[in-house]
């Protein structure tokens, strides 16, 4: 996933629900932590109050460049989403943060394609659904339908990173929230002929039109 200094909300200091699930002792710190960016390598306090000085210092080092961080290796673990939960999280047994960086350009090429990949696979998987929720459904059913929440809320977060790179990508995520919205109200209703229509009418033309637009975007070289 894509990461800037633009997009990077450190939310997780707000939330006081989440902070209150930290184990205490991990925030009183141990031994330092050092990060490695690029060349440089800069040396932490191993407590909760350094996590959002860590990302400062991570964005000043990439600085106007065109790179940016693909993800971080925590002690040998690669880390792709949530950064700053999962280092809080581990905070006070952490040694060594590897921050992995890669070209604009290369990063995105990579979505584009993990997208396309994704999306024939979601589409594949879902294209009997809304058949089976007008027949009655199963349990294998639902565990479909949970699949495709899942595969509309992996494409949410992938269209993210793609918005600065064209307008499809912001008008693909409203459309997209749109229907998540529609299915929560037919849930709420019990509604299975609506759940139905919108998975057959509305979710599968919506994950074709941007299948069909991500591949052709693909053909084209990233500028």
């Not at 407590?47 to 000043?60: D, L, N, P, R, S």
């Not at 269209?159 to 919205?181: C, E, N, W």
Request: net charge negative.
């Amino acid at each position: 996933m894509l990461f800037s200094k633009e997009c990077f909300c450190f939310e997780v200091i707000n939330d006081i629900e989440w902070i209150a699930d930290i184990n205490i002792s991990k925030c009183i710190g141990g031994y330092p932590m050092q990060i490695r960016i690029g060349d440089a390598k800069i040396e932490f306090a191993n407590e909760v109050a350094t996590v959002e000085k860590i990302f400062q210092a991570m964005f000043e080092e990439i600085g106007n460049s065109e790179m940016v961080i693909s993800h971080i290796n925590v002690d040998g673990v690669d880390v792709y989403n949530e950064l700053d939960k999962y280092i809080l999280n581990n905070i006070g047994a952490i040694q060594n943060i590897d921050v992995v960086l890669i070209h604009a350009n290369q990063l995105i090429r990579e979505i584009l394609a993990s997208t396309d990949d994704y999306l024939r696979r979601l589409i594949a998987g879902i294209h009997s659904l809304g058949a089976e929720l007008y027949q009655g459904p199963s349990r294998q059913t639902w565990e479909t339908f949970e699949r495709l929440l899942e595969g509309m809320a992996w494409l949410y977060d992938s269209s993210t990173a793609l918005m600065p790179y064209g307008d499809i990508f912001t008008v693909f995520q409203r459309d997209l929230s749109h229907q998540i919205k529609e299915l929560q109200n037919a849930l709420e209703r019990s509604d299975l002929t609506l759940l139905a229509d919108l998975i057959t009418y509305e979710i599968m033309p919506l994950m074709e039109r941007y299948l069909q637009m991500v591949t052709e975007i693909q053909s084209k070289e990233v500028n």
